[in-house]
């Protein structure tokens, strides 16, 4: 064991050498991770808290969060027409999408075999899963509206020399159609999870996609000052968010874009670079690492688990945190392990 920890730390110094990792971003991730097992897991009691009720108010942002950092990374990809790290990207994509859900299903099989018919329904559960990312593991609906948003603009990029034009008119015409798709979509219970939320992700995979062409970021090093004070009105408008919301779908996305766009600002030009010692970079880079494969893994944790060890099912503060720590250690060797081959991706 000591052998992997010396590996896996020796792997992550060569990648913040390598790549320039934006720790603040990182950090963003890790605590929108576990902000995401707190909102699953925690039972009612705890949510009264006062710490725990600001994480479930914030809880429209997680996601969107999400969808605009992916897509702020895969501009230059995408832009390129870079067909190798486009593959690449799938791949990544991909291999937990279908990976993960098979194996929990073999594995509950296979746990319950006495009590399991193998009918019809154990086959549509599988295939439905895969289909739409959203049946007994809902978690990957996540990746399905991700892969179907990147297969478009790629379409878009590789069909028109000015792609960027029709992705700006695309931008606003979702905004007028999307309540209308959103709410006709209600009858349909098996796409609700994925489907129905399809649009409302464009458009905050949209405002990525053109902050990573603006170049956003590295335009705001010099005026850190000044960007800091975004987190301002980023706060108001959560704070109302809940009161804004009841005006229409439509408003709510544009306040949570908007919120999203002052907390990715704000969390990336977080001024790392003031701490001289490597040391500082690397632990904080440890420490934030593997939230794609918590995401992926922690409910599975928790439904595996949970029959063995009853405190995971407790649905308080501390049962969330070590689902969060038993998913990291799992990713972290995981990772370790096949940090040479494609199967990686499932923990990264």
Known sequence: ????????????????????INLGIEILRAYI???????????????????????????PFYVPTFFLISFYFSYNIISSKN???????????????????LFLWILTITLNYKSIKFNYEIIRSIYMQLLIGYYFYRVFWFQFDLIIITIFILIVRFSFN?????????????????????????????????????????????????????????????????????????FILIYYNKKLIEISISVNVLIVDIVIICL???????????????????????????????YYIHVGVKRTLSTYYKILSF??????????LISYFICFVGSTIFQKTKLKYLFL
């Open 33 to 59: 991770c576990f902000s995401i097992i707190i909102i699953h897991f925690l039972n009612n009691e705890e949510k009264n808290k006062i710490f725990m009720k600001f994480i479930f108010h914030c809880y």
């Open 1 to 20: 064991m000591i052998k992997i920890l010396k590996k896996s730390i020796e792997s992550h110094r060569k990648i913040l050498i390598d790549k320039k």
């Open 83 to 101: 067909i190798k790290k486009i593959k690449e990207r799938f791949i990544k994509i991909l291999v937990p999408y279908i990976i993960w859900p």
């Open 264 to 294: 990715f600002i704000c969390f990336a030009l977080i001024p790392f670079e003031l701490f001289k010692k490597d040391i500082i970079y690397r632990i904080v880079k440890q420490l934030t690492s593997y939230t794609g494969g918590i």
């Open 162 to 234: 000015n792609y960027l034009i029709f992705l700006r008119i695309i931008g606003p015409c979702l905004f007028f159609i999307n309540e209308y798709y959103y709410n006709s979509l209600n009858i349909y219970n098996d796409l609700i999870g994925s489907i129905r939320p399809l649009l409302i992700s464009f458009i905050y995979s949209l405002t990525g996609f053109f902050l990573g062409h603006r170049f956003i970021i590295k335009k705001l090093q010099n005026i850190k000052f000044i960007a800091f004070i975004l987190i301002i009105p980023a």
């Open 315 to 324: 649905g308080d503060f501390k049962s969330c945190a070590i689902n969060y």
